[in-house]
């Protein structure tokens, strides 16, 4: 399953970096890949083996905001 979801507190390709890294390292999430100019991250997910919710406090802890 594909996602995509508004992402607030990215300023750079470091942030990028940091929250792309994180969501792979998931069960589940087969691709993830984040644009600070866009604020928004795209996941390529197994809905399966991962949630929504999982994957929303995983980007959080890497101190960033999930719209919605």
Same mark, same amino acid.
């Given at each position: 399953m594909k996602s995509e979801m508004k992402v607030s507190g990215m300023r750079c390709s =470091?942030? /990028?970096?940091l929250v792309t &890294?994180?969501? /792979?390292e998931l069960d589940g999430v087969e691709n993830a890949e984040a644009?600070?100019? $866009? =604020?928004? @991250?795209? @996941? #390529?997910? #197994?809905?399966? $083996? %991962?949630s929504m919710d999982? @994957? $929303? &406090? %995983?980007? =959080?802890k890497q101190g960033f905001n999930v719209a919605g």
């Open positions: =470091g942030c /990028e970096l &890294e994180a969501l /792979e644009s600070h100019q $866009k =604020g928004t @991250i795209s @996941i #390529d997910y #197994d809905p399966d $083996k %991962v999982i @994957i $929303k &406090e %995983v980007i =959080g």
